[in-house]
């Protein structure tokens, strides 16, 4: 698999999106104790919004690099009589 492949990268950030919400949800659970969950809330949905627009974004940025990166095979010229 090439290391730019746009579905190696989306799955990476799924792996990295995955861990996140699990440190997020033990936080949220735990800010009760802490009286802080006004604060977590927050930081969860800048998180959230952050985890979409990178997502956006490269899926966007993936479907054009995809492409420009395969160049097409110049057609000889015709020739007419």
Request: with cysteine; glycine share 6%; charged share 20%.
């Amino acid at each position: 698999m090439h290391p730019t492949n746009s579905s190696f990268l989306l799955k990476i950030l799924a792996g990295i999106f995955a861990s996140q919400v699990i440190f997020m949800s033990y936080g949220a659970l735990k800010c009760e104790n802490l009286n802080r969950c006004d604060e977590a809330a927050e930081r969860i949905e800048q998180v959230f919004n952050v985890m979409i627009a990178t997502t956006l974004s490269l899926l966007v940025g993936g479907s054009g690099a995809s492409r420009t990166s395969t160049p097409r095979p110049s057609k000889p010229p015709v020739k007419r009589d």
